[in-house]
Nanobody, 127 residues
């Protein structure tokens, strides 16, 4: 049974950091690209970052480039999203997803390649 479980969300102040975790089970990380998405009420879910299952290469949205880092621990079958210098506009529900390999290179279309979703974790950045 495939499962993705996110954790690590919370309420922080602008400039703070958070690390989100996405623990995968039922498959190994080299089987899929893992994508990070976020969504605010009334807006479409947007791709934030991805990490390739084959070589661990990463892609970032311009809005988070230089502040967010995606990494993985193969032994733990877990992907991380390290978020630094958080801004109020980063406030959203964050989701990880198992994405068909190849669909993670272009974040604006990554949604099409999603096979499995996690349940999401909320992040609030507010002073």
């Amino acid at each position: 049974q495939v499962q993705l479980v996110e954790s690590g969300g919370g309420v922080v102040q602008p400039g703070d950091s958070l690390r989100l975790s996405c623990a995968a089970s039922g498959f190994t990380l080299n089987s899929y690209t893992i994508g990070w998405f976020r969504q605010v009420p009334g807006k479409e879910r947007e791709g934030v970052s991805s990490i390739s299952g084959s070589d661990g290469s990463t892609v970032y949205a311009d809005s988070v480039k230089g502040r967010f880092t995606t990494s993985r621990d193969i032994a733990k079958n877990t992907v991380y999203l390290q978020m630094n210098s958080l801004k109020p506009e980063d406030t959203a529900d964050y989701y990880c997803a198992a994405v068909e390999p190849g669909w993670g290179r272009i974040l604006r279309t990554m949604l099409v390649g999603v096979h499995y979703w996690g349940q999401g974790t909320p992040v609030t950045v507010s002073s």
